[in-house]
């Protein structure tokens, strides 16, 4: 039994479709409590402010937000006594105004986009005194990922090696958190961020026999109109460590919304905008490094056991090398084909009203 509705935060990874000679797999974060996997960082947030003595129940606390923070939000501040006062754009879906008034939230629409409710939050939190939780700067929101997400998927890969993490970019919490503790395992992972076309803040690119040191990711300071609800808020945030990333995948919100409708109706998975993007980012990633030439079945339940019989070696975090030689034993015909891991960060649900499964 739980404790709180905050207890049994946590989402299956599960294998979607895949290139041949990979493997694409969607941490499918609409099972938290709050439908998001906002609910990671809301959590953390409020648990690390009550640590240093910020805030205590009964406090009341403002965020800006596109949503699903401000739903993760409005979970936890229920769950643990606070009022909390929403700011959020009004071009946002009518489910997640409806989602946060149903959770107790106060909720203050602005015209614009996120810099216009991050500055609206600004002006209530000093003129009203109110803690403002900051998912933007505040370091507990990668640090949810670092220690709940990435864990998750650790034990869930069950031994595989990891060859990409592709994830969208919206405070950057998700990829910096979770591709940081990945790395730990996973030294020679590759980090794949994903943004919209239209609203492309960051870009990777240097041409070749660039003399400039800097190669890697750049941010280039140019936002666009996206109707995109999540993901690339227009800015580069404070938390977003670039130096985590080997590059970035554009998507077009006409094709996430595409891969969206594809899911829902060919795995039963129903997924939002941002998710759809994360899946072709994640495809064309899988297509890339994929190795047609293996023979990729499932891996055996027990393989750690089978490659200890069979003489082999694990790999990273016990996961199977394909060095592995079982002369006629049970590993015979298995490859570690390559593994992509990504995130699909929200429920479907939130998006109904917006035509995009009509």
């Known amino acids: 039994m ?3 509705i905050l207890d049994a935060v946590g989402s299956p990874l599960v294998r979607v479709s895949s290139p041949e000679g990979a493997t694409v797999a969607a941490k499918v974060e609409g099972f938290n409590p709050g439908g998001s996997a906002k609910d990671r960082p809301a959590r953390e947030m409020i648990a ?3 640590r240093a003595g910020e805030i205590s129940p009964g406090d009341r606390l403002v965020e800006p937000t596109s949503g699903n923070t401000g739903i993760g939000l409005a979970v936890a501040a229920a769950a643990r006594g606070y009022d909390l006062t929403i700011v ?8 997640r105004r409806k989602l946060l008034r149903a959770y107790g939230a106060d909720l203050e629409l602005v015209e614009g986009e996120m810099e216009h409710a991050r500055e609206r939050a600004d002006r209530l939190a000093e003129a009203e005194g109110v803690v403002q939780m900051g998912q933007f700067e505040n370091p507990a929101n990668a640090e949810a990922h670092y220690r709940t997400t990435a864990e998750e998927i650790l034990e869930q890969v069950e031994g595989r090696e990891i060859d990409a993490f592709v994830a969208g970019v919206g405070t950057g919490g998700t990829i910096t958190g979770t591709a940081s503790r990945l790395r730990e395992e996973f030294p020679d992972m590759e980090v794949v961020a994903v943004e919209p076309e239209r609203n492309a803040v960051l870009t990777r ?6 003399s400039d040191e800097s190669d890697g ?14 993901m690339g808020p ?3 945030s404070d938390l977003l460590d670039t130096d985590l990333l080997d590059s970035v995948e554009p998507v077009a919100l006409e094709d996430a919304e595409a891969e969206a409708r594809r899911i829902a109706r060919e795995e039963g998975i129903l997924v939002g905008q941002s998710s759809g993007a994360a899946s072709v980012a994640a495809n064309r990633v899988a297509e890339r490094i994929a190795q047609p030439e293996l023979n990729c ?6 393989i750690e056991d089978l490659i200890a019989s069979d003489g082999g070696e694990p790999g990273p975090a016990g996961g199977a090398t394909t060095e592995v030689q079982s002369d006629g034993g049970a590993l015979d015909g298995y490859d570690d084909c390559p593994l992509v891991v990504t995130v699909f960060p929200d429920s479907g649900e939130r998006y109904l009203s917006t035509g995009m499964f009509d």
Do not use: W
């Not at 990711?217 to 999540?230: A, F, K, R, W």
């Open 234 to 236: 227009g800015f580069v």
């Open 217 to 230: 990711v750049l941010s280039t300071g140019e936002s666009g109109d996206d109707d995109y609800q999540g």
């Open 2 to 4: 739980k404790e709180s």
């Open 205 to 210: 690119e240097l041409s070749e026999g660039s």
């Open 88 to 95: 959020m754009p009004e071009s946002k879906s009518p489910e």
């Open 297 to 302: 079945p499932e891996a055996p339940d027990e």
């Open 48 to 50: 690390a402010a009550e």
